[in-house]
Antibody, heavy 120, light 109 residues
């Protein structure tokens, strides 16, 4: 069974950093792109970015709202995708979801999400 | 950045049919936007219903179908069930960035 579990969320002060993890199981992680979406409280979904699989370069693309502050990476040996979030702002407060897929891979399985609250 | 538009809310009767649409301010939505549809129920993570305009996952109920209609992506629900009451989001690809619509709150009443 394919599973994605996000972790690492919590309360953080503005300007600080946080790293989220998406721990996966049940499939060959290295064969897939991985994507992060987010959802602010009571709001709609927002695409954050994705990372390609190594055969496609392993590079990442980002939404304009997070480019230069957020970095997506992957550890294929551990089947984990990461979202490093720096210079956090109040508007980054959201539930962050990882999802299998992106670019050439179909979005299918979602994680349950992890809440990030940016507040002093 | 492109803006993707959806109806804010729709209501359908049990057993009825309803079509949700997804438009783009850049022009007609085409298969090249690889339209997706996601369903989200209160307190739950979203799930993917439709990908690449009209393709279904194994868990997608047969009563949901996707298409292109009048320059927009469309999600049609035929034979609505009470459990279909949810928020529905579309997602379009723009040669790099992916943009969500604001969501449609579907009420089955």
């Amino acid at each position: 069974e394919v599973q994605l579990v996000e972790s690492g969320g919590g309360l953080v002060q503005p300007g600080r950093s946080l790293r989220l993890s998406c721990t996966t199981s049940g499939f060959t992680f290295g064969d897939y792109a991985m994507t992060w979406f987010r959802q602010a409280p009571g709001k709609g979904l927002e695409w954050v970015g994705f990372i390609r699989s190594k055969p496609y370069g392993g590079t990442a693309e980002y939404a304009a709202s997070v480019k230069g502050r957020f970095t997506i990476s992957r550890d294929d040996s551990k089947s984990i995708a990461y979202l490093q979030m720096n210079s956090l702002r109040a508007e980054d407060t959201a539930v962050y979801y990882c999802i299998r897929g992106g670019e050439f891979d179909v979005y299918d399985i979602w994680g349950q999400g992890t809440m990030v609250t940016v507040s002093s | 950045q492109a803006v993707v538009t959806q109806e804010p809310s729709l209501t359908v009767s049990p057993g009825g049919t309803v079509t949700l649409t997804c438009g783009s301010n850049t022009g007609a939505v085409t298969s090249g936007h690889y339209p997706y549809w996601f369903q989200q129920k209160p307190g739950q993570a979203p799930r993917t219903l439709i990908y690449d305009t009209s393709n279904k996952h194994s868990w997608t109920p047969a009563r949901f179908s996707g298409s292109l209609l009048g320059g927009k992506a469309a999600l049609t629900l035929s034979g609505a069930q009470p459990e279909d009451e949810a928020e529905y989001y579309c997602l379009l690809s723009y040669s790099g960035p992916r943009v969500f619509g604001g969501g449609t709150k579907l009420t089955v009443l």
